[in-house]
């Protein structure tokens, strides 16, 4: 689902924005109830969401990086695929359906996505994830930087001194 942009933002300066919770592993769950695999609302796009825990504020842009936690798992057998913990990444360096739920959202807030095949990876194998698969993302938006200011981090890491 995401691109591999760790390293990259790190050098970038992000993570330094950003400051990493070393939090305990929690082992993962395998099977996500049915009840968890629901959405109640719908974008023009077919997007499904669910607003989980709600917010305030600005909400990035397609242009924007972000900071989140999330977990992606199977709509029909709720088989999580993937998850992670303070994930970095472009918001347009994703798939259209996770893209588009990113744009909804606002810093602290928690949405689930119900994203249909046409909006994820299609008819392609990505992975664990064999072609035409509805998939479900359960995000948490901890943070978010626009390109420029990511540019201004980077800029300011490079003009420091090696220790």
Partial sequence: MRRRLGLALALA??????????AAKRPPVQIIPEHQRL???????GLGYKILRAANGASPTRND??????????ARTGRIFDQNEQAIFPVDGVIPGFSEGLT????????RFC???RLGYGGKE?????????LIFQVELLDFKTKAEVEAI????????PK
């Fill in 13 to 22: 300066g992000l993570s330094a924005v950003v400051p990493a919770v070393h």
């Fill in 126 to 134: 990505a992975g664990p994830v064999p072609p035409n698969s509805n």
């Fill in 115 to 117: 994203i249909p095949a």
């Fill in 65 to 74: 990086f972000v900071v989140v936690h999330y977990i992606g798992y199977f």
């Fill in 39 to 45: 959405c109640t609302l719908k974008t023009a796009t």
């Fill in 104 to 111: 909804m959202m606002q810093k602290g807030s928690i949405y």
């Fill in 154 to 161: 980077r800029k300011a890491q490079q003009a420091k001194p």
